[in-house]
């Protein structure tokens, strides 16, 4: 089951932050995972969240978690955690169950 990591934070620090994008990019690519929202600009419709929001998917929470963990992702973490604030988060793929129309054998 696919994993996904999401991210939201406010820049702080942009000189520090600066490298940080073009590192992330490729160590997330590095171990199999694929963007699919990627928005300095997020607009906001409720609550107060940072203006950066990435979405990522992984194969698995274990493929995420190995990603994180990396020697890749651990030595830049560092311009991210310094230079913004908000929140990294992993979440599973939501599975719907199936309609009894859906799993019904066809006649």
């Not at 997330?28 to 609550?47: K, R, Y």
């Amino acid at each position: 089951m696919s994993a996904y990591v999401i991210a939201n934070y406010r820049i702080t620090n942009p000189d520090g932050y600066a490298e940080y994008p073009q590192h992330v990019l490729q160590s997330i690519l590095s171990h199999g995972g694929e963007f699919l929202v990627a928005d300095q600009q997020s607009e906001v419709l409720d609550g107060s969240p940072g203006n950066v929001t990435v979405v990522c998917r992984f194969a698995s929470k274990e493929t995420a978690k190995a990603w994180y963990e990396s020697d890749d992702y651990s030595n830049i973490r560092h311009l991210r955690t310094d230079n913004s604030e908000g929140f990294l988060a992993l979440c599973d793929e939501v599975v719907l169950p199936r309609s009894d129309e859906e799993t019904r054998e066809p006649a």
